[in-house]
Every structure is written in structure tokens, then in C-alpha cells.
């Protein structure tokens, strides 16, 4: 019980100060949200109106508490450049981007944990020297460039999909997941590799263990062994790097959205921040954040879930 | 069954190849200070779009510059920021996670926590973020992932030296009176430079994808400031019917460079990962 | 019951040498037989061969091992599985690392039920409690819930016991099974190999460097050397009346061995 | 291989020349990049399809007409708004929500007469009501703001009976006129919220950064649109748009480079005009070493604009001399082009005579999203390099080059495209008056003030047209900036997809575009 408060206490004190820092940088840096909506139009008396619009005017601390008492009632206020609501802004945006995080992380799971046994399973075989070979070469690969591998063999020589070519989840089911397939894979297959490798490694230091010399003796067959003893063990340090990949699947998809012309969170973040759109970008960041946040959360519970040696420290 | 396993060490591939990959690619940046078969800024409308072969080896770009002149430049210019942002990350990290770690304490507790907080965010997301912020240009980039990369030496390294602090030659240091300076970096960092090391490994290999992503986004290198591998991937990409070497020599170079130092990074990791100099030094002491 | 035949084990990867050379073995039922020498005399190595618990990709196995009247050496993976935790247990020496960390101590023990009958979980965990409480584990209902790390090196060390019991095998291989405990934890733990030989009537192959531990327990002992066994009889015997060199030097150690510790 | 290239030059500078007079009468020599292509030309209108056009940048600034800034905003929303009068393809103010203007002889009261049958999207008809509810909410009569830049000039709007509106300005400008396309919306409405105009297409709907979809607007008073609709896709990486032309998610992009064009092969209609801008390498006049006319002279001989239009465009675009582009023709002073010819020699002795004979050292401050002009800088640096000059290329984002550049006017050269938000002369040429707010240039000549005051006054057109041209020569002659080109403007279509025509301004009527075979849609 004390450990969540204290949990909780960090997770809102850590919002706190990422909320406070990019507010402050917002302060900083040049270039004013009006100057950007005013492009090259702009005149003193109309920078002044439309300061005094969106309430630009007022000092910074007031902005801020102002801000953080609409956020905390649920309303993130509305975006400069596109006269909506944020909420209204980000909600098709966000499903978006997190349909291609968790389509991404659930490729990861598939390919790298089937991989990682099967390659622990005949560890120094010639199969597995092949394969690890290959695995550190995939990691090597940015899976920016992947994806522009992938767009053009896939898209453009064997027209598997068609690039740029993105369609709305309401218009088209199965196709929405079609054209995610490939940005999903662009940044899975990296990530899966590092899984692979760690999981292997992990399993094949796991069944040198003296435990798995005694469960063998109790009449388990190999596959019983890795299945009933070994792979739990070897979730150990598997299950923390998952949380990180999962997080860092969420970096990349940011990359990954440009490369794939993909109208998600990443973008809109990189062109709010551009258009100096500080309502969505806040939003976006404590949203980032909070996710981050949670995942780290809860790889930290399932880590204590699976290894009672930390559980009962 | 422990006894029984095979207990010949295999030479370490990992560490040889990726050397190997390494000092070619550094071979090439360092020949490139002094010599490129053309100059890479050199623009020619008569040599545009040139296929691989003949004078130029990796064919030209739209521009009519020689593309392997600029892999060689560019190369550089992605390492000499991974070097500085690692060389950034490791000696602040080095010293805030040997103090953190040595002394211990709330400071120790207070730095980690905020470390905890840092190093939670991908690097790449927060240095994404920060760039659109600072502006881009490469001395910005260097300061920003050597910051960033402080944390992850900081907690390497804090570990380390809790662990060592344990260690009976650092008690007995103590004893006869050394100054924890001295025995924090005399006695003790020597002892963690294989991790070090590996970490540094692990530094550069993030360095190069960082750059490499924030140069394809275009808020890394300028365009004209210098070549940068990430850059030239981005500006390529428009021409990958008609002229697909452009994009596949930028893209290959980065793979290569992270490939030569994940390698690096996996061989000095993986000794003491499997026999912990920890078990050896205790039997010494002992 | 059990009968090892002129059993030769040759490990052929990096350095080829004979681990186990010529060795012949006689087990009654019910029977106790010491098997000792240093370390690296290949002692480990048989009791490995005759659990099947040797890889066989590294090691070459010549030779008979009979045991209940079948080649276990001539046995495939599934049929041995079938003699592995049923009709043969094996205890091992570091009760620290044997058994797995993550699983709770009464599905460990279960697990050997588990793997060859089939039955519903309460009466497994019936069979668990009740041979745990032969074992002498203390509080078996808190006990079958906690994981190794809660309990001691002795408590350990009992739990591999009932796991290795707990299907009433014909045959325990105890392999150093106390090395690792301190004196008084030994000899908690050897009563219970005792009483088990005397009250269940299961046969022990007790693999130890240390003859007095195996005195205490073993009516017959044999002593190898180098991978062949150099004496064999009864321990009283042996201990009274040593033929080879090796044999002396071992009853000599462990007598300076005990003068240290007094 | 020297002779050859200039040679090469010389042939280019022969076609540009023709390519620019050809510009002139507004037709575009419509090039066909495959002679199988070519037989679709001809092919007749087909009514209805889909179009779905391909556009770099968002309309994030704002959607509402009077407020828009963006020249990517104003290309889409130029088929949804129509002001009282609309621009045709030579640049004239035709009629339109209006069916007549007339100017009184002090250039002072304008007087319109409203078209008949003119429909807002919503079905209501336009009043005069409406009309003088945009014109002040334009002019910020009733807020103190205008919400377009030089409509503050009105002074009142009345309407005498309910088919005229009389539109009575602060002082005499027969130049007023091309303000009236500022966009007719109906009375009391917020065009965020809901969007209605009266042009050819109707707003359906938008999602932020993937879409902009129009409808055919059935009542419309004009020749109506052929498509039923069309999508205008975002997609804001210049690389990625040519393969969405290539993989046919959308039918039409403009504003392509010529290497994009290269890489679409030879299934495409690609058509060729100019963008209606200038592009140069602006200059800094205030500040050191280019408040030196000669340094800016010698920056003028040192470029090489062929060389540049031969790396960006294949030699496309039509080198200009001046701020003004060659489109509009009543302005133009195509002579001011040749100017300043290629010398190296020249430039360096002038810099020696300013006191840089060893060259300097410059920032050129460059919008980082804007590829062309970027890939520019990167030419000139080469180029600059031979008078010993080096170039520090900085890249900066759109907002900070907004705050930075153009209205901080903290920089020291810069490469952007200057358009001219409505077809004046006014609109290219009052930036450098020493007064202006929008002179980022910091240009300050007393002559050029005075002719300007002069010929913003005058209520003679061709007199007013004269004194346009001798301010242009002024900055020619000055070297104001290293004026490069107006930008060549490549449109691909897709197979079917015919009847795009260039206008002297940056839009898109997408109402003249049409498929040849509805198999295309």
C-alpha cells in the first residue's frame, strides 16, 4: 500500500514537471503562436487582437494555473491552428496511433517469443548461428529505413498496399489494418529482434540453471522443461525490456508516421510543435506521458507478479 | 550438468566482427578528412543522377555530387556527433553515477528517481521534442543526446560502483586511508571499464539512430551545414524510381555503422555477463 | 534391481578423456550404497549416466545399465521419462539453485505426481502434504505455498527430498546431498534418508566425497578413483580394514577433517 | 564539356524566354511527358468522378476567408469563397457575386451592382446584407481590426437600394478594385464554424491533417464544376506525394519539382507554368556588408540563376530581375532580368571595392519546410564560394522564421518566394518602402518612396503602370536582393484527368478539371 502512494505521489509529481517544463519552453523559444497564424499577414494591431483572443496577454503563471485547472476538469482547451477542441482534435488521432503501437507490439510478441524459444530450444545448432546472424543485422536496421524498404518493394514493385494511401478506421475496417500492417511491421521487426535475442540468451543461461538439471529428473520432457520452468524464469528480465520496447514503439511510430504518410499523434505533434499549437502539444506530451508512465507501471507490477523473490523483499 | 558443459571459449566473434566493421567505417571517415574521390558539395547538372560504376563507385545524386564521397563525409558527420554526445554522456554520467553510487544516501535516491523519470521517455521521442524547441543544427544536437544519454551512464555506472563499493580491496582501501576520489577513480573505475566500455558501445549505437532519425525527420543536420547520412536518406527518398542507390547507399551506411557498434557492444557485454568478474575477484581477496 | 555393467563414459568434444571407465555396480532393493571419491573421479558422472540425466550429445555411454531387468542405456527419451521421477528420484547437492525459483514449493513437489499420473489437485496436494510431513518440513499447509527463497538451506534441501519421494521410487540418487548444509542441517537430513531406507524401504546410491557422511548412512560403499572403482564392499569393512592407497587417504583426511572441527 | 554546357545554357535561356512569353497570355504549353499520353489530350469532358488532389500543407491557419494567410490555404479555399469580383486566368477582375463595378474619376467611390440568382452553399440567396456584413467584417469596421491586410483603406459600405453596394474609401486607389475577391459570406456568420461561400464547390467536411473534402455545388450562378467532388489529401512529405501519385491514391498534385516529375515516368499529364512569385536570396539592408550596394551588386554577378533553375527544375522557371514575376504581364519589365549577367570577374572587383577582397562570411536563413528553397540556398552556397564568399546555410521552421526573419528582421539573408496576396502591383512593391511593416528587407531609398507615394495616388492607370516600372528598376538597379526566378510550377494528373489551367496567383480551380472517362474515377 505504501509502495503505491509513494508510486503515485512520483507519477503525479513527474506530470507535474513535464507539464511545467514544456509550458516554460513554450516561453522561450522564438516564434509566437500568432505570428505563425499570421504568416506573413501579421500587423502589430492584429498580433495584439488575436493575443488578446486566445488570452496570450495574461502572464505566464496565470496561463498555466488557468491551463492546469481546465486539464485537470477535462478540458484541454482548443487547438490555435485548427479552431477545435483538442479533445475533438486528438481523439481519432490517438486511435490511430495507438492502434499502430499495439498492432506494432503485438507483431513483436508473435514473431520474437515463438523465435526466441524455438532458437533457445537448439541453441549452437547451425540454424540458430543463421538466424542469430540475421537477427543482429535486422536490429541494425532503422526502421525508418525499413519502412522505406518496404514501401518500395512491398508497395511499389509487388503493390501489396498502396503507399500513402491511408484509410480511415470508419470507412474501412479491414483496410485501416491493411495499410497499418506494414508501418506496424517497419518497427516491430527491429524491436523483435532485440527481444529475440534477449529471450534466447536469457533461456539458454536459464537452462544451465541446477533447477532445470532437477525438474529433468522428475521425468519432464525438454518442451515441459523450457514450458513449465524455464521460460517463466527466463520472463524476468524479458518482461522490463518489453515495457521499454513498448514505449520505444511509440517513439518510433512517430518516425514511422512520416515515412507512411500516416495522420497520427506523431505528426500532429511534430507539426503542433512547429505551428507553435501549445494547447494540442501539452495535451499530447501529458498524454505521452502518462502512457509511459503506466506501462513502466505496469511491467514493474507484472515483473514483481512473476518473480516472487522481489514480491516478498 | 554444470560440470559436464562444454567449457571451450569460443573466440569472440561478436567482438571481432564488429571491430572489424567499426575501423572500416572509421577508415573511411578518417580517409575522408584528407581525401574523397570528388568533392562532396561539388555539384555538376552534366553528372546528375548517375548509376553505381565506373568513376562513381556509389553514382551520383540529383544533384550531380558523387554519393560515395558523400557516404564517406556523412559517415563522419554521424560519428563525430555520436562521438561528442557520448563523450558528454559518459563523463557527466560517469561522475554523477560514481558519486550517487559511492556515497549512496538521499542524493543518491534524489538523482535516481529523477533518472528513473528521464530515462523512462524513449531518448529519441524527448530529443525529438527538444530539437523542435532548440532548433535544430548539429552542436544543438550534440548537447541535446549528450544530455540525454547522461542518465543511462549515470545508472550504469551507479550500479557498478554500489557493487564495488562492497568489494574488500575498496574496504581495505578505506582502511588505509585513501581519499574516496581517489579510490572511486583510481581504484574503482578501472575495475567497471569492461561495463563502461559496453555501455560507451551501446552510447554510440543509440547515437547513430538518433542522429540518423532526427536528420530523416529533417530537425537534425541541416542540409548544407554538413552531409549527414539521416539527411541525405530523407532528400533521397524523392528519387527512389528513378535513382534508388542514393537511398540505399545513405540507408546501408547507417545500418552498417549500428550494426559494427551493436556488435561491439553485444562482445564486451556478454563476458561478464557470463562469468561475473565479481565471483573471480571475491576468490582473490579471499 | 539395479545393475551397472562394465559402464564406460567418454566425453569426445575438447579434451577426450574417459570419465567413467569399466564400472560394475550391484543394488538390491531396499539396499544403501555409498559411492565416493574426490572430486573429478567420475562418481558424479555414474550417478548422472544412471538418472539419464547426461547429455547425450557430449558424452559417448558404453556398457549396461539395468535397472528392474531393462537397459535404461538402450531406453529412448520418452521411455526413460517414464522411469525418471517414478521409479528413480534424484537429489542434488546445491539445494539452493536446485530447485526453481519461481514456483511455489508444493507444485515443485506435485510436479513429479503430475508428470506421471493422473490424478485431481486435491489429492496431489494430499500426497504433497503427507510426504512432506514424512520429510519432516515444517507447517506443510504454509510451507506448500512459499516460494525456495523463503525457506532455509535444510528446509530446501527436505522439499527436494519429498519432491524426489513423494512418488515412492525403488531408487534415490542422492547426489552430495549434504555438502552444501552445515553440520547439524547434515544430520537432520541424513536421518531422513535413513528413515526413509528403513521405513519405506527405498534403495539409496549416496554419492559423497566424504566417507563419514557415508558411513552413517550406507551399509556398502564403494570407492572410485580416476573413473574406476578401486574398492567396493561392505563399509564397515572398508573402514576397518582399507586395501587400496586411495581408500587410506580418504579415511585419513576425514579423520584430520574431524579433529579440526572439535 | 564547357563550351557544350554553355551552349546548353544559352539554348535553355532561348526557350525560358519563350516560355515566359507564352506564360503572358495566361495558356500553358500543356507537355505531355509520353508521346501515348498525348492522344488523351484532346479527349471531351466527362461530367462527375472523384477527384482527389494531393496538397502539401494543411489549412491550418484558418479556414475562415478573411483570416486565411497561407498560400496553401488560399489555393483550396479559392473554390469555395468568390468575393464581388474574381480573378480570371490573365489576371483580370471579373464579375462575380457582383455583376458590375464601377469606379468613380477620383479612384475613391466603387459602386456594384449584385449578380441575380447568386446562391450562398446553404441555398439562401446573397443580399446585399451579406455583402456588407463581409466587406466590413473584412475591413474590421465594427471591431477597429481588419481582418485583411489593406482593407483598413474603406471607409464605409452602404447599400442604396437592394441590388448596389457602394463601397467609399479614406483616399483615392484605382488599384482597390482587386481587393473585392475578398470572399461573400452570409450575414452574421463565423465561417469556422460553418463554413459558406458562393464559389463553385461546397465544404464538406475536413479532418486535421489527412483531408479537405469538397462538394459540386449544383446551384452555383457560373459554369458549373465537372467532378461531384473533390478530396484534397494532406501530404505534407514532398517525397511521399509523388508516390501517392505513383500508387494512384490521388489524381492531381501541383507544385511539383522537376525532379519529382522525372521521377512520375510517363503515365502522367504533367503540365508546366510558373508559380507567380520571386524568388531570391532577400537581403538584410540594414545591416553590414549589405547596406553596401556594392556588395549587393557583386552578390547579383556572382550568381548563376540558369545554373540554378538547371539543378532545381531542368532549367525550368523564368529568371526574373525584379519583385515582379513575368505573369503579370501589365508590370513586367522582362529587361531587368538580364541585368546582371554571370561575371565572376565583376563581382569580385566590386567586392574589392567595397572592401571584401578576400569575400565574407553570410548566414542565409532558410524556411527548413520548403524544399525548393533550401536546395536553392545549397546552389548558391556553391556558387558564392567562386567570388570567395562562404555561405552559413541556416535552417529554421516556419514559425521561427515568421518571428526571426520576417517580422523581426533579425537575419542577414534569407531565400524565400515572395506572391502577391492579391493581384496589385501594390502587393509586390510596397514592401520596400522604407515605412512599410512588411519591409523585412529593410530597403530604404527616398526616390523609391516618393515615386511609390506617387504612383499609389495617381488615378491614370497607364500613368500608375509606369511608375510601377521605374520602381522596379530602382531595386533592380540598387540590387534590393539577388532576385533568382519565379519558380517553375509542375501539375501532374493521373490517366483521364485533363483541364487544369494556370492563374497569375497561387490557386487551384479545381471547377475547370475534368475526367475523360469516368472509368477513372
Partial sequence: MRYILKKIGIFVLTIFAISILVFLAFQIIPGDPTTRMLGTQATPEKIAALRAQLGLDRPVLVRYFDWLGNFLRGNYGESYSYNMPVHELLSGKLRITASLTLLSFLMVLLISFPLGILLARFAHSWFDRVMMVLNQIVMSIPSFFTGILFTYVFGLILKFFTPTNFVEYADDHAGFWAYLVFPALSIALPKAAMVIKLLRGSMVRELSEDYVRTAYSRGNSRWQVLKGHVMRNAMVPVVTFLAVTLVDIIAGSIIIEQVFNIPGMGRLLMTSINGRDLPVVQTIIMIIALVVITVNYIADISYKYIDPRIRFR | MKKLKNSHRAPNYNLIWGCVITSIMVLMIVVSFFWTPFNPDAMSYAEKDLAPGGAHLLGTDNFGRDIFSRVMEGAGTTLSIAFCAVAIGASFGTVIGGLTGYFGGAWDEFIMRINDAVTAFPSILLALVIVTITGSGRTNIIFILGILFIPSFARVVRGEFAKQRQMDYVKNAKLMGVKPGRIMFVHILPNIAPVLLSAVAIGFNNAVLAEASMSYLGVGVSQTEAVSLGRMLLDSQAYWMTSPWQALSAGCAISILILGFALISEGLGTRPMWRPTTKRRRKQHA | MLDVKNLTVTFNDDHPAEAVRGINLHMEDGETLGLVGESGSGKTVTAMTIAGLLANDSAEINGEVIFDGRDLLHCSCSEMRLVQGKDIGVIFQEPMTSLDPLMRIGHQIEETVRLHFKLKPEERRSMALEVMRLVGLPEPDLTYKKYPHQLSGGQRQRAMIAAAFINHPKLLILDEPTTALDVTVQAQILDVFRRLNEKCGVSLLFISHDLRVVRRVCKKVAVMYNGEIVEYGDTEDIFTNPQHEYTKQLIAAVSAGRRTHV | ????????????????????????????????????????????????????????????????????????????????????????????????????????????????????????????????????????????????????????????????????????????????????????????????????????????????????????????????????????????????????????????????????????????????????????????????????????????????????????????????????????????????????????????????????????????????????????????????????????????????????????????????????????????????????????????????????????????????????KQLEEILTKDAANVYIQDMCDYVAMGQGVQGYEFYPLYVMDMSKVYFTNKTAA
Fill in chain 4, 1 to 468: 564539356m564547357r563550351k557544350t554546357r554553355k551552349i546548353t545554357a544559352l539554348l535553355l535561356a532561348v526557350l525560358m524566354l519563350t516560355a515566359a512569353l507564352g506564360g503572358c497570355t495566361g495558356g500553358k504549353s500543356a507537355e505531355t511527358a509520353s508521346p501515348s499520353a498525348s492522344a488523351a489530350v484532346s479527349a471531351a469532358p466527362v461530367q462527375g468522378g472523384e477527384l482527389t488532389v494531393g496538397i502539401a500543407q494543411d489549412l491550418d491557419d484558418s479556414i475562415d476567408p478573411h483570416k486565411m494567410v497561407s498560400a496553401g490555404t488560399r489555393e483550396v479555399l479559392f473554390n469555395v469563397f468568390e468575393g464581388l469580383l474574381k480573378p480570371d486566368t490573365a489576371g483580370e477582375m471579373q464579375p462575380a457575386v457582383a455583376s458590375d463595378c464601377k469606379i468613380n474619376d477620383t479612384g475613391d467611390v466603387f459602386t456594384f451592382t449584385l449578380r441575380d440568382g447568386v446562391k450562398f452553399h446553404n441555398g439562401n440567396p446573397v443580399t446585399t446584407k451579406d455583402v456588407i456584413y463581409s466587406l466590413k467584417r473584412a475591413a474590421g469596421l465594427d471591431t477597429g481590426t481588419p481582418l485583411i491586410n489593406g482593407f483598413d483603406e474603406v471607409k464605409s459600405v452602404e447599400a442604396p437600394d437592394d441590388k448596389t453596394v457602394v463601397v467609399t474609401l479614406k483616399k483615392p486607389d484605382i488599384e482597390f478594385k482587386a481587393m473585392f475577391t475578398a470572399a461573400i459570406i452570409p450575414d452574421g456568420n463565423d465561417p469556422t464554424k460553418e463554413t459558406i461561400g458562393t464559389g463553385p464547390f461546397k465544404f464538406a467536411s475536413r479532418s486535421p491533417q489527412q483531408n479537405v473534402v469538397l462538394e459540386k455545388f449544383d446551384g452555383y450562378w457560373g459554369t458549373p464544376a465537372h467532378v461531384d467532388k473533390v478530396t484534397y489529401k494532406i501530404i505534407d512529405n514532398a517525397e511521399t506525394l509523388v508516390m501517392s501519385l505513383k500508387s494512384g491514391s490521388v489524381n492531381l498534385v501541383a507544385h511539383l519539382t522537376s525532379a519529382q516529375v522525372k521521377e512520375l515516368g510517363s503515365d502522367f499529364t504533367v503540365v508546366d507554368g510558373t508559380m507567380n512569385l520571386v524568388q531570391a536570396l532577400y537581403l538584410n539592408n540594414k545591416v553590414a556588408p549589405f547596406d553596401n550596394v556594392k556588395v549587393r551588386q557583386a552578390l547579383c554577378y556572382a550568381i548563376d540563376r540558369q545554373n540554378i533553375m538547371d539543378m532545381l527544375s531542368n532549367g525550368k522557371g523564368a529568371a526574373v530581375g525584379s519583385s515582379m514575376y513575368p505573369n503579370f504581364k501589365k508590370y513586367y519589365r522582362a529587361d531587368l532580368a538580364d541585368v546582371y549577367k554571370p561575371d565572376v570577374e565583376k563581382a569580385k572587383s566590386l567586392l574589392a571595392e567595397a572592401g571584401y577582397p578576400n569575400g565574407f562570411t553570410m548566414d542565409v536563413t532558410v524556411p527548413s519546410n520548403y524544399q525548393p528553397h533550401v536546395d536553392t540556398a545549397a546552389v548558391i552556397a556553391e556558387q558564392f564560394k567562386k567570388i570567395g564568399v562562404t555561405v552559413n546555410i541556416k535552417n529554421v521552421d516556419w514559425g521561427t522564421w515568421l518571428s526571426e526573419v520576417y517580422s523581426g528582421r533579425n537575419y542577414q539573408s534569407t531565400v524565400i518566394g515572395v506572391d502577391a496576396a492579391s493581384l496589385t502591383a501594390r502587393a509586390m512593391l510596397e514592401r520596400f518602402v522604407s515605412t512599410s511593416t512588411s519591409n523585412f528587407t529593410n530597403f530604404s531609398d527616398p526616390e523609391y518612396d516618393k515615386l511609390y507615394a506617387e504612383a499609389a495616388a495617381a488615378t491614370d492607370e497607364a500613368k500608375q503602370v509606369e511608375l510601377y
